[in-house]
């Protein structure tokens, strides 16, 4: 970050930034990327360039998009969410189909995008099932609905599944994705698309106040976690499951330890509320948040080593 040569990216010269996104559209299968400042920002930004207010997307009940980016298809775009329950977190064309607006029904939104999470973050880490993703990806293109990927985690499914992360990315129109959490980048997103699409979602961009001087301090960080940082995940999802087994022994706590794929655990506790949990461990120097109603969410990343889960183990003992 210290020695990145940078210019303003504001007119596209920080060649530290433009070098960054060609390498990552490169990673992704895409004509062309572009940083963003958060995974809400990619999100938000690719929702609003594949479509115009008055318009819907679909997503999953559980997912960030609906859960967490504070209402912001509705302001910032003029969309309305269409939330699909589903066990798993693993949206099919089955479970689509009944979301899907009729065309002729010119009193409904239209129906635009359809929105994926993977690694799904409230659903323990899960991770798209190739033939699924490819399948759904193929049911979208057939209705004609943009195909966006919340891949904030798309890195750990990669890992997961043994494939480069463009064969996840390939059946998509947009992609969003994390350089922060456990990649270890300090701040920053990228969203990937065609060059037409990222042409526009950098008016956007721009639009939001998210246009930016000197971005190539924080591209180079972006840089370097995408060349260093991705393969070592591998640590972090075994690390997660040594944590969910331990869980799994204590008799005060519930967990299935053969949910936990990646990086993410859920468990309860049979008796005290998630806040307890959370505020006895934090005094005690491990720190969880709240997941899905009623149960504390782990995340293992690259600043928490074997040692770090056997120390957590003890603290979890004497709650
Ligand atoms: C699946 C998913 N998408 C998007 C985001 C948003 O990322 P950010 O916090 O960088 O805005 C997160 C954050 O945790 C996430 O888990």
């Not at 963003?36 to 997307?57: A, F, W």
């Not at 393969?231 to 799994?248: G, Q, T």
Request: with cysteine.
């Amino acid at each position: 970050m210290y020695e990145a040569e940078v210019g303003d990216d504001v007119f596209n010269e920080d060649p530290t930034v433009n070098e960054f996104q060609e390498f990552a559209a490169d990673m992704l299968g895409f004509e062309a990327a572009l940083f963003v400042l958060s995974g809400v920002m990619g999100n938000q930004l690719c929702l609003k360039t594949h479509t115009q207010p008055h318009d819907e997307v679909i997503c999953d009940a559980e997912s960030h998009i609906f859960y967490y980016e504070s209402g912001s298809p509705a302001v910032l775009s003029g969309l309305q969410l269409f939330p699909v329950f589903t066990p798993d977190g693993i949206l099919t064309p089955e479970s689509v189909t009944p979301a899907i607006r009729p065309i002729e029904a010119y009193y409904m939104p239209r129906t635009k995008v359809l929105a994926v999470e993977n690694t799904h973050n409230r659903r323990m880490g899960k991770v798209y099932p190739l033939e699924k993703l490819d399948k759904l990806g193929d049911f979208a293109k057939e209705k004609g609905i943009k195909f966006h990927l919340d891949g904030a985690r798309v890195w750990n499914a990669a890992v997961k599944l043994g494939v480069e992360p463009k064969t996840i990315t390939s059946k998509f129109d947009s992609v969003s994705c994390c350089l922060s959490k456990g990649l270890g980048a300090p701040i920053g997103s990228v969203i990937a698309g065609s060059k037409d699409f990222i042409k526009e979602a950098f008016r956007f961009r721009k639009a939001w106040g998210g246009g930016t001087r000197q971005l190539g301090i924080l591209a180079a960080a972006g840089m370097y976690a995408l060349k260093n940082n991705i393969s070592r995940l591998a640590d972090d999802h075994s690390n997660a499951s040594m944590l969910a087994e331990e869980i799994a022994n204590m008799p005060q706590f519930e967990i299935n330890p053969a949910q936990v794929e990646t990086n993410i655990l859920i468990f309860k506790h049979n008796k005290k509320s998630p806040a307890e949990v959370i505020s006895e461990c934090e005094s005690k120097g491990l720190r969880f948040s709240p997941g899905p109603i009623g149960t504390v969410r782990a995340i293992t990343h690259l600043d928490v080593d074997k040692n770090d889960v056997i120390e957590a183990v003890k603290i979890l003992k004497g709650i």
